[in-house]
């Protein structure tokens, strides 16, 4: 089986095409490079033996894409990774979101209409809940009004693209609403590659562990949660990784029960932002040093995730505890700055 990888040199498709190599499927990742590293294929080579094919190709340039599909014309699916994921970034600059992520399903969509791709997997976000007014969320929770640009669409793109697949016989897609992926491959080959200061919460813990950041700021400790401080749910991204797997088999073996379909995929658990620093703590052996500032704009107070019905459908659920998950960061983070540990 052929798989089109999107975006496979980021930090999630690339922790999948490690999976779906070992699992015996053929890729062929497209990335435009903009923020990962080439070099990342021979971080999944190092793991799995196998150098995916590659393009360097930019989804909203129409022609070249519909090249790429010409010269490979037997793909029987896409998982579509590629866009822009900055929430801060994409309140500076929303063209630039509104631009590139729908601009490049768009194109996207239309090759799958011109040349018969059945079955996509789409990388959605529970941004879509925004601050659900109920907890755990499910999938029929209420999607709001979008906190930023960058949720808005991840709204607008699950829209698309379920009138997309229902305006089409032959082509199905499922949309995967992630929540806080985490962590590296356990090899520390591939992990999370943040471009200058990182804006997720992780990144930011391990780059202060090893000592490239001073200090974390803790965005706010006056949220009504158990410590004051926001809760989310975290999940390992291997874990994530491995929920791809299983909802392309579902659709290869057409044993998906609706032509569109959304799961949620988290740990089911919520986790504080002093919960985080005290995992790290544990792992590391070390005391993260950190202070708490003004909330970040933007920022919901707390989310986790029902995630029975992809349990039940995919026979999908998260394997690694959070300790587990947050050694792979700071396992990885060390080997990034090996000459600094
Ligand atoms: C987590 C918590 C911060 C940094 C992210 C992505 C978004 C989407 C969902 C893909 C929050 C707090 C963070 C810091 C802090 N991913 N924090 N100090 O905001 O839940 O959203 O995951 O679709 O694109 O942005 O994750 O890691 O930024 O923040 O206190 O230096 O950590 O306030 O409560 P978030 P995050």
Not at 119 to 146: D, H, I, W
Request: charge should be negative; include cysteine; aromatic fraction near 8%.
């Amino acid at each position: 089986m052929k798989v089109l990888v999107t975006g496979g040199t980021g930090y999630i498709g690339s922790h999948t095409s490690v999976e779906l190599v070992s699992q015996g499927f053929d890729l062929v990742i497209i990335d435009n490079l903009s923020n990962s590293k080439i070099e990342v294929l021979d971080g999944i080579e190092a793991i799995t033996g196998i150098r995916p094919k590659f393009e360097k190709l930019d989804l909203c340039q129409a022609e070249p894409l519909d090249d790429f599909f010409k010269k490979n014309s037997n793909i029987d699916a896409i998982i579509h990774f590629a866009a822009y994921k900055a929430v801060g970034e994409s309140v500076e600059n929303p063209i630039k979101y509104y631009h590139n992520n729908l601009v490049s399903l768009l194109n996207l969509l239309e090759a799958m209409r011109k040349y018969q791709v059945p079955f996509m997997v789409f990388s959605s976000s529970c941004t879509v809940y925004g601050e659900a007014r109920e907890l755990p969320v499910t999938e029929n929770s209420p999607v709001q009004p979008a906190e930023s640009p960058y949720g808005n669409t991840k709204q607008i793109a699950e829209e698309i693209l379920q009138e997309f697949v229902n305006s089409q016989d032959k082509i199905h897609a499922v949309a995967l609403r992630y929540f806080n992926p985490i962590g590296a491959h356990p090899s520390s080959h591939i992990g999370e590659l943040p471009i200058g200061e990182p804006e997720n919460l992780v990144p930011y813990i391990t780059q202060t562990g090893i000592g490239l950041r001073d200090q974390l700021k803790i965005f706010g400790n006056d949220y009504e949660t158990p410590d004051g401080t926001a809760v989310r749910d975290y999940l390992h991204v291997v874990d994530l990784a491995k929920a791809h797997v299983a909802t392309l088999k579902r659709l290869l073996n057409q044993q998906n029960k609706k032509p569109y379909e959304v799961f949620n995929l988290g740990m089911g658990k919520g986790v504080s932002v002093l919960e985080m620093i005290q995992s790290f703590n544990r792992v590391s052996g070390k005391t993260l040093n950190y202070k708490v500032v003004d909330r970040r704009h933007g920022d919901i107070e707390k989310i986790w995730a029902d995630t029975s019905l992809a349990t039940k459908e995919l026979g999908w659920k998260t394997e690694s505890s959070l300790d587990e998950a947050m050694k792979t960061a700071w396992d990885w983070e060390k080997q990034l700055n090996k000459n600094q540990s």
